[in-house]
């Protein structure tokens, strides 16, 4: 199965700042989805990034707020842009992985 | 839009109680589903999951889920629940529209040794 490295695991962020999460998958995967997990709460699928094309946004979520970058098929980026405390989150990325979906273990981000 | 709804937020049960955790789900069409299991401070496991044949589905470590077709339904059981289950258990559906994975609000369950 499909191993993601993500990085950072953590960070702590002055609000107003940026932070940019990465993820890289040992093999090539077509789409690359991107949640978001806040406290106490279930994941939010935040967009789809597929390779050679603009990442697709679910309602709520916009590209000047969380740009995604996919340069190839092992990669991509995800960055929290303008941060405020209500980003404080897990984020996390997930590829098709066979007939389920693997996850990156996820990154505890905190704004204060 | 797709949605998926569980119906219990948390959960309470002592040990060796049987357990039942529903989900719905709201798309008319084919779809793929999963539970996951995500244990304190751990990340997103798969305890099962239906794609196609039988609609009782048997997962890792007891667990199981029936697909009701009908009632748009996919809940998780559990003969008998051990303290080691505490953990937040969350639904999840696939549709045929993007391939994007769509999550329920979790259930958190807590088993009392």
């Known amino acids: 199965s499909a191993v993601i490295s993500q990085k950072p695991s953590r960070d702590i962020c002055q609000r107003g700042t940026s932070l940019t999460i990465q993820c890289q998958v040992d093999s090539q995967v077509t789409m690359m989805f991107w949640y978001r997990q806040q406290p106490g709460q279930s994941l939010t699928l935040i967009a789809t990034a597929n390779q050679g094309s603009e990442a697709t946004y679910e309602s709520g979520f916009v590209i000047d707020k969380f740009p995604i970058s996919r340069p190839n098929l092992t990669f991509s980026t995800l960055t929290v842009s303008n941060m405020s405390p209500e980003d404080s989150s897990i984020y996390l990325c997930?590829?098709?992985?066979?007939?389920?979906?693997?996850f990156g273990s996820g990154t505890r981000l905190t704004v204060v | 839009a797709q949605s998926v709804s569980q119906h219990n937020h948390h959960v309470i049960l002592s040990e060796a109680a049987s357990l039942e955790l529903g989900c719905n789900y709201s798309?008319?069409?084919?779809?793929?589903l999963f539970w996951y299991v995500q244990y304190p401070g751990q990340h997103l496991q798969l305890l099962l999951k239906?794609?196609?044949?039988?609609?009782l589905v048997k997962g890792i470590k007891g667990f199981e889920a029936e697909f009701i077709k009908s009632k748009f339904s996919f809940n998780l059981r559990k003969p008998s629940v051990q303290w080691s289950d505490t953990a937040e258990y969350f639904c999840?559906?696939?549709?045929?529209?993007?391939?994007?994975?769509?999550f329920g609000q979790g259930t958190e369950l807590s088993v009392k040794p």
């Open positions: 798309y008319g069409g084919t779809v793929n």
């Open positions: 997930s590829v098709p992985q066979g007939y389920g979906y693997t």
């Open positions: 239906y794609f196609s044949g039988d609609p």
């Open positions: 999840a559906v696939r549709t045929n529209q993007g391939g994007k994975l769509i």
